[in-house]
């Protein structure tokens, strides 16, 4: 997934860049017809794989080519493939018991895009946050065998989930729980 920066970025470098070229007015104009486009209901909201999504791909190619951006995606265009996971749908089949009680979707736990379908049995272990990051000195899993269990994990780190945080290149969530079942987990 790209970073909402990332993605602000690169609807507004063609407009800066293509601002220098036209009159403060007309610059004007021309980023919020942008704007107003790519806001518009006809993309959708640009969910990724629908149609306002390529519509909106499209949109932005056109722009960086009017610009002269050279085109350093895949097979020399500007996109660039890379996994996505979507979004879980939520309804009926969502469902989670431990033991004989049935725990409430989004009241108490939640699918990930990665959460995979399946009945497993195991007790469940406490992870801490699931961290594993010697280069901070730092191990939730130290002592802590995995193997047949549940790993139960916060979604926060040591201190925090923030920009700033040390931790920060451990705050991947699919990452964490590819590291409880590397380490023997069962579920996550």
């Not at 403060?24 to 794989?49: F, H, I, N, P």
């Not at 018991?97 to 469940?124: C, I, M, N």
Request: charged share 25%; glycine share 10%; hydrophobic share 40%.
């Amino acid at each position: 997934m790209r970073s909402p920066f990332f993605l602000l970025a690169a609807i507004v470098a063609p407009l800066v860049l293509e601002a220098q070229r036209l009159s403060d007015a007309d610059a004007v104009d021309q980023m919020k017809y942008d704007v107003q486009y790519l806001a518009s209901d006809r993309l959708e909201g640009r969910e990724a794989g629908t149609a306002g999504e390529r519509l909106a791909a499209e949109y932005i190619a056109q722009k960086f080519g009017s610009i002269g951006l050279m085109p350093y995606g895949d097979s020399a265009t500007y996109r660039q493939a890379f996994p996505f996971a979507g979004v879980p749908k939520l309804g009926e089949a969502n469902a989670l018991q431990v033991g004989r009680k049935k725990l409430k979707l989004e009241d108490h736990w939640s699918p990930l895009p990665f959460s995979a379908s399946g009945e497993v049995r195991g007790t469940v272990l406490k992870c801490g946050y699931g961290i594993h990051a010697p280069d901070l000195g730092y191990d939730d899993y130290a002592d802590l065998d995995l193997t047949g269990k549940v790993a139960a994990l916060s979604i926060s780190s040591p201190d925090g989930i923030h920009p700033h945080s040390k931790y920060l290149a451990y705050h991947d969530l699919r990452t964490r729980a590819d590291q409880a079942a590397e380490r023997g987990a069962v579920a996550v």
